[in-house]
């Protein structure tokens, strides 16, 4: 075999490795990494949406009770200002999530569980208040289905947060593994290279240097032969 030839495969070699390994990291990184990454930044600001309500349902189950307890006009405003704003957070959560079935599922349960507390406290409250029937309101409210009904809502929104979160989470997880493989296998790569480089120079040092420097050696013997 020609020192070209065996020049050109030794090179080919290590050109191979690398763009072999170059494919693995990349269609890793485009099945696992980009998907993952895009469902956690999808689902971040589900986080906050489920949060702020928790925290607009608690607002507005603290203004129907300041309504029934003070009789003030403005905190059922408030009352209505808040379960419009959890209504919103809803929809907003609902287009967050779209594409995870479970998450939808736990949405619509969510909203549920917030009408019935709606229908169970508020409404029937409201209309009694508004009949001048504050005594009765006030033991509707804080009846034993007022109550459980409201529980039941905070509980379903809860249970939603924690399962934004714990989708996210796993989603972060994933990408933190893919930037570990990334690193591993870029090192791996670096290693493979530096190996191959030193194998063609040890190739070109055994095929091509040694054999000059063994006819260089021939030929000076020749020269200093006495018939020379």
Known sequence: MSLRRRVIIAAAACAGVTALLALVVIARIMLTASPQAAIESALTPGLDQANTLLLEQSTADLALNAYVELERTNSLDAYRQAIGRATTVLDEIEKTVQGHSDLTDLTAQA???QRTWVKTDAEPVITLMEAGKRPRAMRETNSTEARAAFDAMTASARTLH???????????????????????????????????????????????????????????????????
């Open 111 to 113: 909203r549920s569980a």
């Open 162 to 228: 924690d399962a934004v979160n714990s989708t996210r989470e796993q989603a972060a997880t994933s990408v933190a593994g893919v930037t570990r493989l990334l690193l591993l296998s870029t090192v791996l790569a670096v290693l493979l290279v530096a190996a191959a480089i030193a194998a063609l120079f040890f190739a070109l040092r055994t095929w091509v240097l040694e054999p000059l420097e063994a006819v260089g050696a021939s030929v000076r013997r020749a020269s200093d032969a006495p018939d020379h």
